[in-house]
């Protein structure tokens, strides 16, 4: 695939992540709570003490809480769903954390240049309309030095690998069997690590380290 070929902007086709859909999609991953932890305490060993991180599109704002339990850390979420900016500062506030949950766009971020030590982005990037655009301020709001992680699926897992990722989190066998079916839709959406570094070539970011998992990659952005 050419460079021309790269995506710059996409319509997201799929339901928009509110109401009911948002709540359900909140219960749902509230079962996978073991996994927002381990991924909290992997992210925390790359943050100073008191760091600034950003989570873009936290969803319900599990693992943004998940690292606010770690340290002292000063934590936004900015997410384009109203529901999820609900769900996610209740849940916050019932655990007992300050945590700011804003509604914005990833492409277009209400925050000032500089802002940010560490950004976090997990399942999220490949829905967005415009991910070069994501990119870019990604590096605008981040610091001097400052680090982003997008941890997504690759569009080349395996379906064997998507089946063992999806029994591996022990939903039951009926969740188990939709949560793979859900993971085929989205691998149809996801990108592969030469779009990834096509994406990063066109922003100041200029290249990613991109490290393969099991059925998707982190993405390492550093300013």
């Known amino acids: 695939m050419g460079a021309s070929a790269v995506p710059i902007k996409r319509a997201y086709k799929g339901a928009a992540m509110e109401g009911m859909l948002a709540t359900w999609y909140a219960r749902h991953t509230a079962k996978l709570a073991a996994d927002f932890e381990a991924e909290a305490r992997r992210i925390v060993a790359h943050l100073l003490p008191r760091a600034r991180v950003l989570e873009v599109a936290p969803g319900p704002g599990y693992l943004a809480v998940e690292l606010a339990k770690l340290g002292p850390y000063r934590i936004t979420g900015l997410d384009i769903s109203h529901s999820f900016v609900r769900i996610a500062s209740e849940h916050a506030a019932r655990s007992g954390f300050d945590i700011e949950f804003r509604r914005g766009d990833a492409a277009s971020m209400p925050f000032p240049d500089n802002t940010f030590d560490f950004i976090v982005c997990r399942a999220a990037f490949k829905n967005f309309a415009d991910p070069i655009g994501a990119m870019a301020e ?52 996801a990108y592969s690590s030469n779009d990834i570094q096509r994406m990063a070539a066109t922003t100041p970011f200029d290249t990613a380290d991109i490290r393969e998992t099991s059925i998707g990659f982190d993405i390492w952005l550093r300013k």
């Open 138 to 189: 990604m590096h605008r709001v981040l610091n001097r030095d400052g680090a982003a992680l997008i941890i997504d699926m690759r569009r080349d897992a395996s379906n064997a690998s998507l089946k063992a990722a999806a029994d591996g989190a022990r939903l039951g066998t009926v969740a188990a069997l939709l949560t793979r079916l859900i993971f085929k839709q989205l691998r149809k959406r």
